[in-house]
């Protein structure tokens, strides 16, 4: 087994030219996200390529901009997924592998190593493609529920790097028993605990509980403890479905979308009531 943390061993952070800025949102490619950021060109050894640059979670308060770099690297996907969310930066990581074939040749359009996998839980459509990421880079594999290819194991507290930042982890069941979120100083990596938009409400929403071995009540505990945990800092959302909430972008902040999907949830009301 690697060490968790070998990383540091490994940073490889790539150099950036401007090469001109966007003066409103830029598009980062593939939809659904949008940066404030800085068009540039990124320099690697043997690769050069023009990009975005984000300067995302530009906080109200004058907080000092910071490159986080995520993409949703299943946003092309015909098929039914989850969003897998690609961190890159100094430990370059994926969050859920998603059902989307094809999804490891879109990775490795932005990256030439993945060091980590994490899961935040095991549906199907969470983990469909996770056999061909596994194969294809030299990756560990953390899970809070039992896996054969599982390298490391996740619990509540743990602090894991993504990126170029830490998260902690969370424990979220209720939509799933093994399901964490991860939360950090200016995201939160949700999964299907707490999405922005779905089918059922378009502003805070959650995982639903219908199904055989889910429980709402564990459900609101989990949102509970979400916003406990939740930083003030923290203003963007990657959920599992649904789109990415910045808060940036919004006249609310991440804690009141948040505040309402826990409302919604206890009202104990089927979330589809039809389904
Ligand atoms: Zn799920």
């Known amino acids: 087994m690697k060490s968790g943390v070998d990383w540091e061993g490994r940073k490889r952070k790539a150099a950036w030219t401007v090469v001109g800025d966007s003066g409103s949102d830029a598009d980062s490619g593939r939809g659904q996200q949008k940066w404030r950021g800085r068009w540039l060109v990124r320099r690697q050894p043997g690769r050069e390529r023009l990009g975005v640059r984000p300067v995302a979670g530009v906080l109200p308060g004058g907080d000092e901009p910071r490159g986080v770099t995520v993409r949703n690297v299943t946003s092309g996907a015909t098929e039914f997924t989850c969003n897998a969310y690609l961190v890159e930066g100094t430990v370059p990581a994926l969050v859920d592998a998603g059902a989307m074939s094809g999804v490891v040749s879109e990775i490795q359009r932005h990256v030439d190593e993945l060091d980590r996998v994490v899961l935040t839980h095991q549906h199907g459509d969470h983990v469909a493609e996770l056999d061909a990421v596994l194969d294809a880079f030299d990756a560990e594999l953390y899970a809070a529920g039992n896996h054969p290819r599982r390298t490391e194991a996740l619990a509540d507290g743990d602090t894991i790097q993504l990126g170029d ?79 990415v909430f910045d808060a940036a972008d919004h006249a609310e902040s991440l804690q009141s979308v948040l505040d309402r999907a826990l409302e919604r949830a206890e009202r104990r009301e089927p979330k589809y009531p039809d389904g």
Do not use: C, N, W
């Open 165 to 243: 930042d830490s998260y902690d982890v969370v424990t979220t069941p209720g939509h799933a028993d093994d399901h964490v979120s991860l939360v950090g100083e200016t995201a939160v990596f949700s999964g299907d605990v707490f999405v922005y938009d779905d089918g059922a409400f378009d502003d805070g929403s959650f995982g639903r509980t219908d199904m055989p071995g889910q429980s709402r009540e564990k459900l609101i505990e989990s949102l509970e403890r979400l916003s406990a945990r939740l930083p003030a800092s923290a203003a963007r959302l990657y959920a599992g479905h649904g789109s």
